[in-house]
């Protein structure tokens, strides 16, 4: 599809997802990402595809494993209460080895808390999405043309290491409106998934998609597996962006929205003379280590800016390891930080350095 489209963020996600092939979409409403699924229930019929609106989140996710287990690009999208619903189907669904993809459109919390955008659900994304001993890939874009690269991303890398993965959105990126230019539409060769549960026509041995392992050493040797698997990944596909990093004191380390308001701070930063720049995650899990890494031993300071009381600053401290000081601004409960707040720790930060 050729030239730029003005599209809601949301709504992007949607067209961005049919593009990369998926068909199938099971969900449930919850603001800020009711749109995904209005715009599905439009066009999914459209294109011979199926939209239903399951009774709850607890039976969307489950009805994703379904749909993933017989080897179909599947997504559902929600939002923070919605993922935490979720939780136990994502888990089956990571222990089965199965891809899908979920979409949060983060808001405030905890609680029903509010409809405003948040980043408080990083911890729950990268770290404690449900139980038992696995990852999702999770992807954090920060404006509309990126999230609908990202979504074909997504789709793949979960197809190619069998596992869900998450694209980590918030209230504002969902609702904005932004042009994007929209990728041509790909078939995903599903009939290549050899281990889906889709029907052998007598010409292989069935298929079992299942999560139970009764014998605790064929469990503990499936997950030690799995794990091999997620090590590949931290090697292979770290994702950031770097602005201004190469002379920087100071490194502001920021995902999503926060960085679109951190990059306005460091462009006034800049103009005062200070020399400060910023890491963009893009992936979240696996954390871009690498690339703060290979800034810890120029940079002065880090600051970790985030909507949140601050999660994503335990992993840019873990990464930094002491070695200089890691500091961290955020606001909570649906606020959006502010060019000239963050300005403001940046000129505090900088007086503090020598």
């Known amino acids: 599809m050729n030239g730029k489209v003005l599209?809601?963020?949301?709504?992007?996600?949607?067209?961005?997802?049919?593009?990369?092939?998926?068909?199938?979409?099971?969900?449930?409403?919850?603001?800020?990402?009711?749109?995904?699924?209005?715009?599905?229930?439009?066009?999914?019929?459209?294109?011979?595809?199926?939209?239903l609106q399951a009774e709850s989140e607890v039976a969307s996710i489950n009805m994703v494993l379904g749909a993933g287990a017989a080897g179909v690009r599947v997504m559902t999208s929600t939002s923070s209460p919605g993922v935490s619903l979720m939780a136990e189907g994502i888990s089956y669904i990571a222990g089965s080895d199965v891809p899908c993809l979920i979409v949060n459109v983060q808001r405030g919390g905890p609680g029903l808390g509010g409809i405003q955008p948040s980043q408080a659900d990083y911890h729950q994304a990268t770290k404690s999405t449900a139980h038992g001993d696995f990852h999702i890939l999770v992807f954090a874009p920060s404006t509309v043309q990126e999230t609908v690269d990202i979504i074909s991303t997504a789709f793949d890398l979960g197809d190619e290491y069998r596992m869900p993965a998450m694209v980590l959105s918030d209230g504002m990126l969902g609702q904005m409106m932004e042009p994007v230019v929209l990728p041509e539409p790909k078939d995903p060769d599903n009939d290549s998934k050899g281990w889906a549960a889709c029907g052998h026509h007598d010409k292989r041995a069935h298929n079992v998609v299942n999560s139970l392992y009764i014998n605790p050493q064929e469990l503990e040797d499936l997950v030690i597996q799995r794990f091999k698997r997620y090590e590949e990944i931290k090697e292979k596909h770290q994702m950031a962006e770097e602005y201004l990093t190469d002379d920087a004191d100071i490194i502001i380390v920021a995902y999503g929205s926060s960085s679109r308001v951190s990059r306005s701070a460091i462009d006034a930063a800049r103009k005062q003379g200070i020399k400060v720049g910023m890491i963009r995650p893009i992936t979240l899990w696996p954390f871009p280590e690498r690339f703060i890494n290979k800034h810890v031993g120029h940079a002065k300071a880090f600051l970790s800016v985030e909507m949140s009381m601050g999660q994503m600053v335990d992993d840019v401290r873990l990464v930094v390891n002491g070695k200089v000081p890691v500091e961290f601004y955020g606001r909570t409960g649906g606020v959006i930080p502010t060019p000239k707040e963050i300005l403001g720790e940046i000129v505090r930060i900088n007086g503090g350095v020598q």
């Not at 049919?18 to 066009?43: D, L, N």
């Open 7 to 51: 599209m809601k963020g949301n709504e992007a996600i949607a067209e961005a997802a049919i593009a990369a092939g998926c068909r199938h979409f099971f969900g449930y409403p919850i603001t800020p990402q009711t749109e995904v699924a209005a715009y599905m229930s439009k066009r999914m019929p459209k294109i011979g595809g199926v939209y």
